[in-house]
Nanobody, 118 residues
């Protein structure tokens, strides 16, 4: 069992930056691929960025060159640095952890609201 707690969301002006964090506990963090997803009302949850246990990254086209995902295995934490934010980035951001071998070991955080508005 993995517990995920997101933090760092908030209100930011267009063009601004924000970093959200996801602290994991309860299992061996390095054995999980991690991802950030986001969701707006009435829409499906979508992948924003992902990072494997080995550090390989993947981004949605709409955030490439603006967002950076990273992980600190010593701190059991994954980060999403968001730059040049746009109003359309407004969403609830969720952290996901998926075991690298046992895919049914798939966990979600409670989400953190990011609002981009002037």
């Amino acid at each position: 069992q993995v517990q995920l707690v997101e933090s760092g969301g908030g209100l930011v002006q267009p063009g601004g930056s924000l970093r959200v964090s996801c602290a994991a506990s309860g299992s061996i963090f390095s054995r999980y691929d991690m991802g950030w997803y986001r969701q707006t009302p009435g829409k499906q949850r979508e992948l924003v960025a992902a990072i494997t246990s080995g550090g390989s990254t993947n981004y949605a086209d709409v955030v490439k060159a603006r967002f950076t995902i990273s992980r600190d295995n010593a701190k059991n934490t994954v980060y999403l640095q968001m730059n040049s934010l746009k109003p359309e980035d407004t969403a609830v951001y969720y952290c996901n952890a998926r075991h690298i071998i046992i895919s049914r070991y798939d966990y979600w955080g409670q989400g953190t609201q990011v609002t981009v508005s002037s």
